[in-house]
């Protein structure tokens, strides 16, 4: 059984670019969790996606960023014009469940740079 | 703001001692987790402890958890050169009426430890 798999590992995209970041989690999970992370920091909650749904994106920035899960693919991160306060790590998570007993499966995450 | 703090902010002690990393946070929770970040990798889950539980243990790890005081702790016994790492806790907030469970994190604790 494959971890929760991000791709690509690493980005670097020029001001204004966009950046798709692909996130497909542990088989048999349907909900996904983007955190973001700046350097010497933690990692700062996103959005959480169940298939076709965003239940909570309190964590992401109104403009340029958004979210999907399809029901088949990947979950994709999608920055649109980056700016050079993009740039960081971005790791998503995956369970099978929600609840209290709710434990998350990290992916290696995507490091973005903006240059 | 931050949920999870750790602290201290870094530690650096020499291989076979023991290595306590606290964690504080503020507001109830569901249950609380530490996870492992090695430089540049993605996170590792270590052990969760459930709000009822006072106390947990996994090979040389010991986790405590004192909801009173809204705090826990992360003991690492016997430490090797290979523990180096950033460790984080993390605590389960539920928003039930949302349907929503968020995993939010402190800012961690850099252990260095010396061989």
């Known amino acids: 059984n494959a971890g929760v798999m991000q791709n690509p590992r690493h980005l670097v995209r020029r001001r204004g670019q966009e950046a798709r970041l692909r996130c497909s989690p542990m088989?048999?999970?349907?909900?996904v969790y983007w955190y973001r992370q700046l350097p010497e920091e933690g990692l700062k909650f996103m959005v959480y996606?169940?298939?076709?749904?965003?239940?909570?994106e309190s964590g992401m920035p109104k403009e340029r960023f958004s979210a999907e899960f399809p029901k088949e693919g990947p979950s994709i991160l999608r920055i649109q014009q980056v700016v050079r306060g993009d740039s960081a790590a971005y790791f998503c998570?995956?369970?099978?469940?929600?609840?209290?007993?709710?434990?998350?499966?990290f992916g290696q995450g995507t490091r973005l740079t903006v240059v | 703001s931050q949920q999870g703090e750790e602290d201290p902010q870094a530690l650096s002690i020499q291989e076979g001692e023991n290595a306590t990393m606290n964690c504080s946070y503020k507001t109830s929770i569901n249950n609380l987790q530490w996870y492992r970040q090695n430089s540049g990798r993605g996170l590792v889950h270590l052990i969760l402890i459930r709000s009822n539980e006072r106390e947990k243990h996994s090979g040389r790890l010991r986790v405590t958890l004192d909801t009173s005081k809204k705090s826990s702790s992360l003991l690492i016994t016997a430490s090797r050169a290979a523990d180096t790492a950033s460790y984080f806790c993390a605590t389960l907030i539920g928003y039930s009426g949302a349907g929503s469970y968020q995993l939010t994190f402190g800012k961690g604790t850099k252990l260095s430890v010396i061989p």
């Open positions: 998570a995956s369970s099978p469940q929600r609840g209290p007993a709710l434990e998350a499966f």
């Open positions: 996606l169940q298939k076709e749904n965003i239940i909570d």
């Open positions: 088989k048999g999970h349907s909900h």
